[in-house]
């Protein structure tokens, strides 16, 4: 698919303006300004091609309120795709204008470097304290100054290890059924450690040897989608390298974007790459969710013990949309004994992250996220269990300020929940 700005010109024109959009764009919602909508979008960038309009700041302003959810995509009877559309003006934009200094240093030097950005973590982890402090019950951390970041919001603190150093890169079960490469991502690696241990666990519990690549990168997403194309490209080379070496079934991903990221978006940015662009479709094929992959298994619910809990469930827009796994999650909580799952009302609804879109717009993320926690509530779970990280800590966030009780965790902790119910059981009935 050709990425130029201005070969989009055929894509805007298929927008008929029926406003379907308009029935599911998060933003619109709470904004409601037809700037701030696919349709009212797409009508902006069309004057942008056609020169009408300038790339003005409140043009580029525009541009970045989308959490390029992809409600408007699936939910378009012509099937513009807008997300696209709005990354090739976000990218024309970085090429005319250039990068923030932020940006520039955060993704050229930070993120494309894995020692600079190791470093930069593993520094970040020791001196938080002096940065953050603890939030309320001890949960959490709240920023002490700004520093970008609103002093409301409830951030998850850095790992004191990080997750790849606290495992070999070669995880070895007695009797392998498969042997599969795990992309971590920087969440689960740098904070959520919790999720890529029970990733590990429940994996090596049904015969599945992991191997913890040390030299994978971030997946490139936030470079992406906010028009770096070239250092995202770089990424993304230097990820197929890494993955490509290793002699394994499947690449297990547990963060829908990472995995929306290298089954498809690699792909289309190395299109044209002589060398690359082949490998990046290889290593699309061999991309699988956490919950896709274990479902696949046989036997895997054999192991579970009884968890007397109520869970609810959370669609992230990128496993649902972009990776299409819908049943999987649903299928492994309902194995669960003991477990009671309510459905909340419109699961797939965007939580108001978006990953960065919650850093620059911080007050409309949590207008978006009141939602999801209303719909969390009426509920009436103990647990709600989601599939993304960054969805997971933009939740808790909300809880926490509605002072709603109710625990956040990666479908794949809650099924290593039940597997340590089962043991826990024969456990004691060996001691009777």
């Given amino acids: 698919m050709e990425r130029s700005f201005e070969s989009w010109e055929k894509e805007v024109i298929r927008c008929i303006r029926c406003g379907a959009c308009q029935n599911v764009c998060p933003v619109f919602k709470e904004l409601q300004a037809e700037s701030t909508v696919a349709r009212g979008r797409v009508k902006l960038i069309r004057g942008v091609i056609n020169q009408d309009l300038e790339l003005t700041e409140g043009f580029i302003n525009k541009m970045s309120l989308c ?113 599969v490469a795990f992309f971590t991502g920087c969440m689960i690696n740098y904070i959520y450690t919790d999720t890529g241990q029970a990733v590990v666990n429940v994996l090596k519990r049904n015969g599945v040897e992991v191997v913890i690549p040390a030299l994978q990168n971030c997946c490139g997403t936030p470079v992406r989608i906010n028009g770096d194309y070239e250092t995202a490209k770089e990424m993304a080379r230097a990820n197929i390298d890494v993955f490509l070496k290793e002699e394994v079934d499947a690449v297990v991903v547990a963060c829908g974007t990472c995995g929306l990221s290298l089954k498809e978006e690699y792909a289309e940015l190395l299109e044209d790459d002589p060398i690359y662009a082949e490998k990046a479709k290889q290593l699309g094929t061999m991309i699988k969710d956490f919950t896709e992959l274990v479902v696949s298994l046989e036997g895997f619910e054999d192991k579970m013990g009884r968890l007397p809990i109520k869970v609810t469930y959370h669609d992230p827009c990128h496993l649902l ?90 479908t794949a902790q809650l099924l290593e929940m039940a597997y340590e119910a089962q043991e826990r059981t024969r456990g004691n009935l060996m001691k009777v």
């Fill in 321 to 410: 949309r972009g990776l299409k796994v819908k049943e999987q999650p649903r299928q492994i909580i309902s194995s669960i004994p003991g477990l009671v799952f309510k459905e909340m009302n419109k699961p797939d609804t965007c939580c108001g992250s978006g990953g960065s879109f919650s850093l620059y717009h911080y007050e409309l993320s949590t207008y978006i996220n009141d939602h999801k926690v209303n719909t969390v509530n009426e509920t009436g779970a103990e647990v709600l269990v989601t599939g993304c990280s960054a969805c997971r800590m933009h939740i808790a966030d909300g809880l926490n300020r509605q002072g709603v009780p109710v625990k956040v965790m990666h």
């Fill in 67 to 179: 959490l390029m959810c992809k409600a408007c995509v699936v939910n378009c009877p012509s099937g513009v795709k807008v997300d696209k559309l709005v990354e090739a003006v976000r990218k024309e934009i970085v090429e005319r204008k250039g990068l923030s200094p932020l940006k520039k240093f955060i993704f050229r030097l930070v993120l494309r470097n894995r020692w600079v950005f190791n470093t930069g973590m593993r520094m970040g982890s020791l001196f938080q304290g002096l940065v953050f402090r603890k939030g309320p019950n001890g949960q959490g951390m709240l920023p002490r100054m700004s520093l970008g970041i609103d002093k409301r919001r409830l951030l998850s603190p850095l790992a004191p290890t990080p997750f790849k150093l606290m495992y070999p890169e070669v995880n070895k079960v007695p009797e392998v059924k498969m042997r």
